[in-house]
Each structure stands twice: as structure tokens, then as C-alpha cells.
């Protein structure tokens, strides 16, 4: 009952005083997010095992359902590639109806977490461990890629066994796929981050290179056929499921909630002092868990919030709840508008994990933070800027700065070369007028 009275009392806060020029901003920042989520629901929906249109349901049920129940306003939710991890391999085992039927039991475990009030749970976990789960995850998901990147076939349930199979079964690259996801990786590692705030790198690459491919015609595997309709032919019926796989599958949807739940919740920690406001983390729990149990029966996998697409709706104005549900509506169009054009797209290019190479381009720019905070420089509260939150990862550096005017905790700074960090803490001053600062850096 808590949670209903507190999801009113949200509710009534959030759109208090709601107009025109509120709507508009959750328009534009719903457009400029689904341009992010459009590429990345594709990649993941292939690289989970599943399909493309199987990503793409995802985004646009777990867009709307998610947003409408989730614990704070900016909270977008949708296939992250943390989640591929797990499903490829269930995948591979089960097949979709078991991918279908682990969501669907992983989201009545959040609900039931989410009750029993389960949110705090994610603080008390060390960050060396949410730090190792999640570098663990990255390399499974980029041995899982392989096979699309290199246009190969391998055997194997586990990516290890997959990998040691191109040395049992051969290995002969398609070198035309090749160039593709290497132009693609190309391309987002250099687009300029001028334009990255209205064209995402990840979109960008996808149509230069669909634009080439139309011309050349390269003997590469696609996408293939996406279907103009919610309701996939290969979606989940309570009626149909198979009880007999139940606890087979108990552990995997487990993994899933599991993973569920770091990473919203993580999500919603780190983007709620990018808006200066707390998640309630039971009700995300809820909300997750929701989206999770009806996700299946359209077709899709499971979901969970996404920094990456949370910070973008942030950073782009997002007012309310209904940013997320702008950017679902954004997808759904684009379902039926654009579905011969992602039907062509190569799966070798969607093989690139989007997720790692922005991580790439993020840890050059920490490394310059690195090596000026090692040198001793001080920082300028004359370059001063908007902070911005790049992840769920955190690292803090402690500097001295010697600003034009008072600052306090949750001021935001910006260095030239360095990118754009906020003051965690602030201390005494020195003799020399200088205070000592910890510098959070999300990357």
C-alpha cells in the first residue's frame, strides 16, 4: 500500500505545474533519445540471440509500461548489453521460449522484491564486485559478437566453447562483413562529440554505412524481414508455457532479476544527481518487474533502465516520465516507417558493441584527467560548465582548486581537455586560498 500512496504522491509532484513548454521539452528529448535507442535496441536484440524486432519491441513495451511505473521521472528503460550476457547462453540452451519464459519469471521476482522492499539491497554490494560483474559481462559480450563481426558460424552453448570452436571447425572470415563492423566502430570513435549531442555516433555509423551497402551490395548476412506489428510470431503464452522447464529456468531468471536490478538501480543512483532527484528504488523494482512480465508476451526480452539512454534523455531536457513514453512512441513509428531500411542493415555492423567503444572514447578522456590530476594542476571555477554523467561507474579524484567565487558540493566543473566533472566534496581552504575538492568523474 506504501508504494501506491508514495507513486500518487510522486505523480502529483511531478506534474504539478505541467504545460505547453514542459510537453515540448519531453518531445524533443523522447525524439533525441529514441535516435540513441533505435541502433542499440537492434544490436542487442541480435546479439541476446533473439532478432532485431525482438530488441525493438523491447524498447518500445519497456518504454512505455517501465516509465509509466518507474520510481523517478527520467528513468528509460529498454535491451542493455549487459543483459545479452546471459541470454545468448540461455539462448542457445532453451531457445526463445526459454528467453521468453526466464523474463517472464525474472519480473515476478522483482515485483516480489520490490514489495518486500529489496531496493537498498544494491548499495551494500562493494563496487569491486559490480565492477568485476560487469567487465565479466563486457567480455562475454564481445566473444559472443564474433561470429556476426567476422561472418562465421561457431558451436558451442558457452562463449569460451564457441571461440575454441573456429579452431575444431575452421575459421574463414567474410572479409566484406569485416570491413563493415569496421568501419562502423570506426565511425563512432571518431565522430565529433559536437555532433554526437544531435546525431548519435551509433546512429550515424549505422547510415553511412546502410547508404554504402545499398550501393556496393556486399555478400553479408542482414537483419532480415521486421514485422509491422507489436506481437511477434515468436512471443510467449501463459497458456503454452512449459511447466516442466520451470525450475531449469528458475536460475537464469534469477541471474536476470538479478542483473535487473544492479543495473537500474545503479542507473537510477547515478542519473538522480544528474536531476537532483531520489529514486525510489522499491517502486523501480516494481516497475522493472512489471515491464518484465509483460515484455514476453509481445515477443521481447527482458529489460532494465539504461544509463546510456537516461543520461541522453537528461542532458536533452527531459521534464517528466513522459519523455520515456515519447521515445517508445518515436520507436513504434519507426517500426513501421523505417522496417524495409532496418531490414537491410548488416548484422556485422550491429556486432560492435556500441556500449564499448563509447566506454573507449570515455576512458581516453579519463586518462587525460588522470595524468594532469597526477601532475598537480589546479582547476578553474572559470570553466565552470553543466555536469555530465557518462555512466553508472564512478571514480573520484581529489584536487585543489582556487575558484573566482564560492563553491560547495554538487557544483560542477570543467577543465580544458579534461571533460566535465562535479565537486563531491569540498574542504577547508588552504593558507594559499586554495580548497581541496573531490572531483566525481562518471565515465
Same mark, same amino acid.
Given at each position: 500500500?506504501?508504494? &501506491? ?16 513548454? *514542459? ?10 533519445? @529514441? ?52 541470454? &545468448? ?26 514489495? %518486500?522492499?529489496?531496493?537498498? !539491497? ?36 558457452? @562463449? ?33 562529440? /559536437? ?20 550501393? %556496393?551490395? #556486399?555478400?553479408?548476412?542482414? &537483419?532480415?524481414?521486421? #514485422?509491422?506489428? %507489436? ?12 511447466? =516442466? ?27 538522480? /544527481? ?11 523494482? !516494481? ?17 532494465? @533502465? =539504461? ?5 541522453? =534523455? ?54 587525460? %584527467? ?14 565552470? @560548465? ?8 564512478? !571514480? ?6 582556487? #575558484? ?15 571533460? *566535465? ?23
Amino acid at each position: 500500500m506504501h508504494l &501506491v500512496k508514495d507513486y500518487v504522491s510522486d505523480l502529483k509532484e511531478e506534474f504539478s505545474g505541467y504545460n505547453g513548454k *514542459k510537453l515540448s521539452k519531453d518531445l524533443m528529448s523522447g525524439i533525441t533519445v @529514441a535516435a540513441v535507442a533505435l541502433p542499440l535496441a537492434l544490436a542487442f536484440g541480435v546479439s541476446s540471440g533473439a532478432t532485431a524486432a525482438a530488441g525493438l519491441v523491447t524498447a518500445i513495451i519497456g518504454g512505455v509500461i517501465i516509465s509509466i511505473f518507474s520510481g523517478a521521472s527520467f528513468q528509460i528503460s529498454g535491451p542493455t548489453g549487459a543483459m545479452t550476457a546471459i541470454l &545468448v547462453t540461455l539462448a542457445s540452451k532453451y531457445g526463445m521460449q526459454g528467453i521468453l519464459t526466464a523474463c517472464f519469471i525474472a519480473g515476478i521476482i522483482l515485483v516480489i522484491a520490490g514489495i %518486500l522492499r529489496l531496493g537498498r !539491497v544494491i548499495y551494500y554490494i562493494p563496487s569491486s564486485v559490480i565492477t568485476g560483474f560487469t567487465s565479466g559481462i563486457a567480455l562475454i559480450i564481445a566473444l559472443g559478437q564474433l561470429d556476426n563481426f567476422f561472418g562465421v558460424t561457431s558451436s558451442g552453448d558457452l @562463449a569460451i566453447t564457441k571461440v575454441l570452436s573456429y579452431f575444431t571447425n575452421g575459421f574463414d572470415p567474410n572479409w566484406e562483413a569485416v570491413a563493415i563492423g569496421a568501419a562502423v566502430m570506426l565511425i563512432m570513435i571518431v565522430w565529433p562529440k /559536437k555532433l554526437n549531442d544531435k546525431i548519435p555516433s551509433s546512429l550515424a555509423a549505422l547510415v553511412i554505412v546502410l547508404i554504402v551497402c545499398h550501393f %556496393l551490395n #556486399p555478400d553479408v548476412e542482414t &537483419v532480415g524481414q521486421i #514485422p509491422k506489428s %507489436l506481437f511477434l510470431d515468436d512471443r510467449l503464452s501463459l497458456k503454452g508455457m512449459n511447466m =516442466a522447464q520451470f525450475w531449469d529456468l528458475f536460475v537464469p531468471a534469477l541471474s536476470i532479476a538479478a542483473l535487473g536490478m544492479i543495473e537500474s538501480l545503479l542507473c537510477g543512483a547515478s542519473a538522480g /544527481k544528474m536531476k537532483k532527484e531520489e529514486l525510489n528504488a522499491d517502486r523501480e523494482l !516494481v516497475a522493472q518487474g512489471i515491464g518484465n512480465m509483460i515484455i514476453p508476451l509481445f515477443g521481447g526480452i527482458p529489460a532494465t @533502465a =539504461a544509463i546510456a539512454r537516461t543520461s541522453v =534523455a537528461i542532458k536533452s531536457g527531459c521534464q517528466t516520465r513522459i519523455t520515456g513514453i515519447f521515445h517508445a512512441v518515436i520507436l513504434l513509428l519507426s517500426m513501421f516507417v523505417l522496417s524495409p531500411v532496418m531490414s537491410e542493415v548488416p548484422l556485422s555492423a550491429l556486432a560492435v558493441p556500441h556500449a564499448a567503444v563509447k566506454e573507449l572514447r570515455d576512458t581516453v578522456s579519463s586518462l587525460r %584527467l588522470d595524468n594532469v590530476l597526477a601532475a598537480g594542476f589546479s582547476l578553474s571555477r572559470g570553466r565552470a @560548465a553543466e555536469a555530465v554523467e557518462k555512466g553508472s561507474v564512478q !571514480v573520484n579524484y581529489v584536487t585543489c582548486v582556487k #575558484p573566482d567565487k564560492p563553491v560547495s558540493a554538487g557544483d560542477t566543473i570543467t577543465c580544458r581537455g579534461l571533460g *566535465k566533472c562535479v565537486l563531491d566534496s569540498v574542504g577547508a581552504p588552504t593558507k594559499k586560498g586554495r580548497l581541496p575538492v573531490d572531483i566525481r568523474r562518471y565515465i
